[in-house]
């Protein structure tokens, strides 16, 4: 089983910068797709943020120019900086990989999620 853990949320005021961190462990081959999402109360998940093996990045409208997501395929590790924060971008947010298993199975794992919390 590939297990996702994610780290670095909190409380924050706008404007107020966070940086989100999820390591991959396992029985892991090599992670092909990373990507973060985030939900807040009441509303559906939403695609925060996608980065390929190779590093090329995909963001929401809503969050271009303040997020930038990054990997360590060495560390099997994937990272969401988060720069000039909004109440907006309150929500709990979830990293997730494209996994290929050393037994060559291949699937999609999600870690629990962190909270993030902007508020004056």
């Known amino acids: 089983q590939v297990r996702l853990v994610e780290s670095g949320g909190g409380l924050v005021q706008p404007g107020g910068s966070l940086r989100l961190s999820c390591a991959a462990s396992?029985?892991?081959?090599?992670?092909?797709?990373m990507g973060w999402h985030r939900q807040a109360p009441g509303k559906q998940r939403e695609v925060v943020a996608e980065?390929?093996?190779?590093?090329?990045?995909n963001y929401a409208d809503s969050v271009k120019g303040r997020f930038t997501t990054s990997r360590d395929n060495a560390k099997n590790t994937v990272y969401l900086q988060m720069n000039a924060l909004k109440p907006d971008d309150t929500g709990v947010y979830y990293c997730?990989?494209?996994?290929?298993?050393?037994?060559?199975?291949?699937?999609?794992?999600w870690g629990q999620g962190t909270q993030v919390t902007v508020s004056s």
């Open positions: 997730n990989a494209d996994v290929r298993l050393v037994d060559g199975v291949q699937r999609e794992y």
């Open positions: 396992g029985m892991i081959f090599m992670i092909n797709a």
């Open positions: 980065i390929s093996i190779r590093s090329s990045t």
